[in-house]
């Protein structure tokens, strides 16, 4: 079963503009990673955040948790046509190294 | 560095034919994953593997088999493939509590 609900589902943006995807969940975590996963191809990691971690950055992403809404953003700065492709959250539980995926947003990016 | 490599890319199937998906990796990480991926489900995971010599069951283990007789591959094995198993199969490999590293995928096709 899924852990992650992202929302939405697909989001459709202007190059330049900022893109936000929102993931919930309903058990307690140790960590949320967000992954990218382009056409065809498999994911590829983005950008872990633990439990006592509020917010984190990488280059143009940031990513905020707040565990008590069970929810997690990540948001895309100044996107690129090349941002367009499905982005997912995973969650860790208790066991830590298995994750449990959410069904993804598909981000397009028109140049 | 391959990173992760899956063979084959692709694969046709008749209901009732048995095939083994390689995974192999080269970063020397103890945790293995195989997911499946279908559309409008995310990836769930169908075994993993902790170490060398271990295997457990994840989400949809059911007609399927894993082996992890070395530590850097993971094999799936179908023995009587069945069209429900229709799917884009993804490994992974990871430390523990890490960022997961994705493969290109295999897709298989059961007629």
Known sequence: SQQGEEDPQALSIQEGENATMNCSYKTSINNLQWYRQNSGRGLVHLILIRSNEREKHSGRLRVTLDTSKKSSSLLITASRAADTASYFCATGGGSNYKLTFGKGTLLTVNP | ?111
């Not at chain 2, 998906?21 to 990480?29: I, V």
């Not at chain 2, 559309?39 to 995971?45: C, I, Q």
């Not at chain 2, 884009?88 to 430390?95: E, R, T």
Request: charged share 15%.
């Open chain 2, 1 to 111: 560095n391959a990173g992760v490599t899956q063979t084959p890319k692709f694969r046709v199937l008749k209901t009732g034919q048995s095939m083994t998906l390689l995974c192999a990796q080269d970063m020397n990480h103890e945790y293995m994953y195989w997911y499946r991926q279908d559309p409008g489900m995310g990836l769930r995971l169908i075994h993993y593997s902790v170490g060398e010599g271990t295997t457990a069951k994840g989400e949809v283990p059911d007609g399927y088999n894993v082996s992890r007789l070395k530590k850097q591959n993971f094999l799936l094995g179908l023995e009587s493939a069945a069209p429900s198993q229709t799917s884009v199969y993804f490994c992974a490999s990871s430390y523990w509590a890490a960022a997961q590293y994705f493969g290109p995928g295999t897709r298989l096709t059961v007629l």
